[in-house]
C-alpha cells in the first residue's frame, strides 16, 4: 500500500506514503547531501533506494501492483526492470528522458521477486507512470496520482480493490481542490487524511517543494513531528 502525487503550481510539490508489514521488509531513511531515500534491505545485504528524491529535484517510488503476466520478470538483457530503472533514476543515474527512451525500445518488467510500478517525475514537474506489461504515459498535468492499482489500464486491478480502500479517490478529491498556492503544508495535509494504520500502516511520509529544494518528512503518521532535509 502506497500514495504517490505530484502538484503542479506556483511551486512543484510531490508527497509519498510509503506503506508496508514490518515483518516483510526492513527500511530505513537515508537522508545524504544528493539523496533522500526509504532504504529496503535486499537479500543481497545492499539498502536499496526504490523510493525518494534527489538534490536535482528527480523523484521516484514504486508501488506494489497485482501482477499482469506480460510483465512478468524475465531474464533476459534485452528487458529492463522496474526497481533498476527507478533505482537508476534515483542515483543520477538517468534522466527522465533515459527512462522515457528506454521504455520505448526495451520492454519493462516486474522484479524477479516483487511486482510493482512506479510513477516517475522530475523538477520541471512531468511526471512518468511506467506499468510493466501495459504500458507508460508522461504526462504534465495540473497534477498526477497513483495508489496501487492500474492508472493506464483500471479494469485490470479492478478485481482486487481492497473494501473500504479510498485512498485514491479521497487523494483526487483534494488535489483536484487545490489552488496554484498548493505548498508543502497542503501536501502534508493530503497525505496525513490518507494515511493508513495496522499491519501495512503508513511508515514514512515525505513531500518535496522544489521552490525550497527541501523533503519535510516523518514517521509512523507523526505529522505534529516534521523533519527537513535540504539539499545545498
Not at 112 to 134: F, H, K, V, W, Y
Not at 139 to 167: C, K
Amino acid at each position: 500500500m502506497c500514495t504517490r502525487f505530484v502538484h503542479n503550481g506556483h511551486d512543484m510539490i510531490t508527497g509519498f506514503n510509503f506503506e508496508i508489514d514490518l515483518a516483510l521488509y526492513t527500511h530505513k531513511v537515508i537522508a545524504e547531501p544528493d539523496l533522500f531515500a526509504i532504504g529496503i534491505l535486499r537479500p543481497d545485504g545492499r539498502w536499496h533506494t526504490y523510493h525518494g528524491v534527489n538534490r536535482s529535484g528527480n523523484a521516484g517510488t514504486l508501488l506494489y501492483v497485482h501482477e499482469n503476466p506480460a510483465g512478468a520478470y524475465r531474464d533476459d538483457p534485452a528487458c529492463v526492470t522496474i526497481a533498476d530503472l527507478t533505482e537508476r533514476f534515483l542515483q543520477g543515474q538517468l534522466s527522465l528522458d533515459d527512462v522515457l527512451r528506454l521504455a520505448q525500445s526495451r520492454p519493462v518488467v516486474y522484479a524477479p521477486d516483487a511486482t510493482m510500478q512506479a510513477l516517475l517525475s522530475d523538477a520541471s514537474g512531468r511526471a512518468l507512470i511506467l506499468e510493466p506489461g501495459i504500458g507508460f504515459r508522461l504526462e504534465q498535468a495540473p497534477f498526477s496520482l497513483i495508489t496501487n492499482y492500474s492508472v493506464l489500464a483500471p479494469e485490470s486491478t479492478r478485481p482486487y480493490l481492497v473494501p473500504g480502500d479510498v485512498r485514491y479517490e479521497q487523494a483526487q478529491s483534494l488535489l483536484s481542490s487545490c489552488t496554484a498556492d498548493f505548498s508543502a503544508v497542503d501536501a502534508l495535509s493530503i497525505l496525513q487524511s490518507v494515511c493508513q494504520e495496522g499491519l501495512w500502516g503508513t511508515r514514512v511520509s515525505f513531500v518535496y517543494s522544489r521552490d525550497q529544494n527541501t523533503v519535510f518528512w516523518t514517521e509512523n503518521n507523526q505529522f505534529d513531528q516534521i523533519r527537513c532535509h535540504r539539499f545545498s
